[in-house]
């Protein structure tokens, strides 16, 4: 259970700390979702592991609104439907793992994911980037595997964007259409988490103040995040996710 005291106790450095996750958010929402590992290691830094999870859940569906809103016109929905039905299990799976860990076991879990999440990435760019197929021939097994995978890791860590990402590349989505895809994912995702989240008691009014508090700099993020994505190349955007991403859970391990 999420402990209201928490908040009092939060340091001058810790609210800083929250607030760059939350700017990190936000731009993760209108950017690169890959940036948004950043945000889940931070969050977890600075509250209990199990607490950040469902802190920042209701601050990422404040993103996906913000998403859908600016991208709303370059969403396939072919393809948020297919993923849909994989998705469901995995968030099954992720409560049953979130009900049964203690707190240590799920920060190194946060950090291994991030790890793992990131090196698939790295050593797929290395080798030249996943095969692109035709958009919306992403189907079948991939498309299960996907959804599985995306609903496990955003249940267990909210972590799911480089799921998301890799399989948008393979789908050979254009850069907006990636961005309106996953936003319209996202939103449904981590409506479908809150009742999930909500049972474990992981929300609750102190972490909903926790948000309230934090929307201004998510909404800097967004904001930021809107500009940078039409100057910027994506490929530019993913390199800087990895960097970010392999720092973050390297920090989650130095403090487990």
């Known amino acids: ?8 106790a939060l340091s001058l450095r810790e609210w800083a700390v929250l607030a760059m996750a939350a700017g ?9 979702g890959g940036i948004g590992m950043v945000a889940v290691a931070l969050f977890a830094v600075v509250l209990p592991a199990r607490e950040s999870t469902g ?21 396939s929905r072919r393809t948020v439907l297919a993923l849909l039905p994989g998705v469901v299990p995995g968030l099954f799976l992720g409560a049953l793992f979130l009900a049964a860990v203690g707190d240590a076991t799920l920060r190194l879990v946060l950090a291994s994911t991030l790890l793992v999440l ?32 995306a609903g496990f890791a955003t249940m ?5 964007g ?15 259409q990636m961005l309106g895809t996953g936003a319209w994912f996202f939103l449904v995702v981590n409506l479908l988490k809150l ?8 929300i609750e009014p102190a972490s909903l103040a926790l948000d309230l508090a934090l929307l201004p700099p998510m909404l800097l993020g967004a904001g930021a995040g809107r500009v940078v994505v039409r100057r910027l190349h994506q490929q530019q955007f993913e390199i800087a996710a990895l960097g970010l991403a392999a720092l973050s859970a390297a920090l989650l391990l130095a403090t487990s």
């Open 1 to 8: 259970m999420y402990d209201p005291s928490l908040l009092d």
């Open 195 to 202: 009742p999930f989240s909500a049972s474990l008691h992981l």
């Open 55 to 75: 802190a920042l859940l209701p601050l990422l569906i404040a993103g996906d609104v913000v998403a859908v809103t600016a991208y709303r016109r370059h969403a």
């Open 24 to 32: 990190c958010v936000g731009f993760a929402k209108t950017a690169i």
């Open 162 to 176: 480089p799921v998301m990402t890799l399989y948008l590349v393979m789908a050979g989505l254009p850069k907006l």
């Open 156 to 160: 267990t860590a909210n972590a799911a």
């Open 118 to 149: 990131t090196g698939w990435q790295l050593v797929l760019r290395l080798r030249g980037g996943p095969t692109v197929v035709t958009p919306g021939r992403a189907s079948g097994p991939a498309t299960v595997t996907a959804g599985v995978g």
